[in-house]
């Protein structure tokens, strides 16, 4: 079984002073016994990646489909690969609202992810009005079906489940909520890629994650980790939620 995994989401933040964070992760957490990932804006990809890091693996937050060409301020899955990245996040909700992104997108840039021997982390959730309309199962398993390219396996591949409204908000679902959606990715995951792909493919929560609400959110059956925004960006913060992963495990 692939161990759990906390991994940070710097989004459009951090300038050079931030990769200070990361030295400070690294030498708390010299020997994890969960995997530690931070994806910091691809200006600092480079940079981060010849830091004295340890154990912490460095991503992207998007990649384009095309190994290279005519792309305009794009970034290709070759490009994060080398820079140092091991790892790519695909389909983050606020670039399918922000670039309109679709599940085929999705499933294409986590392909090209692939290809340049990433690990994809592929993000799925409903927005607060497909909850409230009790469509989430149907949503989730819909993003899932067309954003996960066949092929998935434990080591090529993540689940993120993020609901929208749950990002940036300080608002959680409960935890049944949280076990629920678990479940059924886990089961859709199962039937598609069988019991030990499917079984063994780590799923994150993702969504207003805090030192203060980590342990309890990492108690839910099939929850592997977190993917976490605003509090990555501090050592202090992702260090308690590492520490909260790494007790999880025992
Ligand atoms: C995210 O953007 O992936 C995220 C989970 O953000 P936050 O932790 O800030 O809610």
Known sequence: MPRKLAAGNWKMNGLAASLAEVETLAERFATPSCDVLICPPATLLSRMADLPRGAIEVGGQDCH???????????????????????????????????????????AKTEAGWRAGLTAVVCLGETLAEREAGQTLGVVGRQLAGSVPDGATTAKCV??????????????????????????????????????????????????????????????????GALVGGASLKADDFGGIISALEASVG
Do not use: C
Not at 191 to 199: C, I, L, N, S, V
Not at 205 to 221: C, D, L, Q, R
């Open 65 to 107: 489909a095309n190994p290279s060409g005519a792309h305009t301020g794009d970034l290709s899955a070759d490009m994060l690969a080398d820079a140092g990245a091991t790892h790519v996040i695909t389909g983050h909700s606020e670039r399918r609202a922000d670039h309109g992104e679709t599940d085929a997108d999705v499933a």
């Open 159 to 224: 689940i993120a489940y993020e609901p929208v409204w749950a990002i940036g908000t300080g608002l959680v679902p409960t935890l049944d909520q949280i076990g629920e959606v678990h479940s059924s990715i886990r089961s859709a995951l199962v039937a598609r890629f069988g019991e030990t792909e499917g079984g063994g493919m780590r799923i994150l929560y993702g969504g207003s994650v805090k030192p203060s609400n980590a342990t309890e959110i990492f108690g839910v059956a099939d929850v592997d």
